[in-house]
């Protein structure tokens, strides 16, 4: 986790103040989007394995719906806060905005060891979640999906006491369920992909050549190992990964200089995306602290891990090589650091535009779901590349146009659609 003293939905609101002020939105739709439309807070009562009682905390938070159904995670965590959530929330909601998709943001999640509980007892708290939850949800209200530590078992649940309680079948109720089960090909790619079709867009924007560039990145789970796998596909060339050990329960920095292997290193990862350190001496890395990945000399940055990585403690650590910051985790970049790379006129692809891959597909499993059709993979892809690269385009374009730093124009794109959404609807 990261620092303590980090407050996401204090973060998310001043990241929105600031631009609420840079393009004069009035006072009434400020006050409306800084703060989310509906929270629901309930108890979820679940009979444990030995015969005990427990009771969770489980929140669902719906930021804005104006341009679609809410859209976002279900997560499980001991250390979740409303907070986190409703930041989360508000994120999605600039996140569908930008890449243009009919959706808007949601978070839900319950204060909850899901690696402490037995099978059983995780279906009756999805159970107990959606029942709390089943009238204020739905593939025409908001749709949840998997997010920190749920998965496809768990959508499978959610759907099926959906469907119990509302008597009929709804697969566009839930996203992020089992292939064959109304989930979509390319889910598991998309965010890391996303990640790296709009890296290659930058890159040509930089006229940079792929093949020439080297990059340093954090993190080797879902999102990074796609990003990995893609970017090398194109021809880059990764030298330093960083991603936490699991003997020594902390991270470290794996580099080899001449680019390292994937199939070599993802033969010697865990399903959570950990590294054997003493596997990988064994394959010739070098094992360095866990950040020293951010100052590696390379030509790009990738942050994949968590929140809050870059600050104004180590911002200062990034190499004088560094040309390109993609983020494909949410909230890497403090906004004390956001200031010094914009600065450095490093070129950042900010978050909510650079991983929103994850939730176009997802707006692709609803899709299908919803006519109950399925597309190839593909077909998938395909959609996914052309909806990131015209997002991409779309913020770039105005960066460029109004000479503003490429966070600030993915945030002038999200805010002033959904602003419009809003007062169109009359809501403000
Ligand atoms: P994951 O759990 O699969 O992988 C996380 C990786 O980060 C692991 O390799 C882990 O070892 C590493 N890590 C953890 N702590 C670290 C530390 N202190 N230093 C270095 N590495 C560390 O998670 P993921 O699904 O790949 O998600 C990564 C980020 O991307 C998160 O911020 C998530 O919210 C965001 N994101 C994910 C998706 C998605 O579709 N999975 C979509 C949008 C955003």
Redesign the pocket.
Known sequence: MSKSSYNAYDEARAQFDQVAEKIGLDEATREFLRRPMREYHFTIPVQMDDGSRKVFWGYRVQHNDARGPAKGGVRFHPLETIDTIRALAMWMTWKCAVVDIPLGGGKGGVICDPRTMTDREQEQLCRGWVRQIAKDIGPCIDVPAP??MTNAKHMLWMLDEYETIHGGKYPGFITGKPIGMGGSLGRKE???FGVIYVLREALKELKIDIKNTTASI????????HAVKLYQQLGGKIIAI???DNNDHQ?YTFRKKDGLDFDDLESI?DP????DKEKANGLGYEILP??A?IEQDVDILIP????N?ITADNVHRISKQVKVMVE?????TSRDADKVLAQRKIFVIP?FLA?????TCSYFEQVQSNTNYYWEKDEVMQKLDTRMTSAFKAVSDLSRQKDVYMRDAAYIIAINRVAFAVKSRGWV
């Open positions: 997010d920190v998309a965010t890391g954090q993190g080797f789970g879902n999102v990074a190992q960083s991603c936490w991270p990862t959570f995306g950990s590294i866990g950040d990945w994949a891990a968590l929140e990585q494909g985790s949410n909230g890497p978050d991983n929103a891959g994850g939730v």
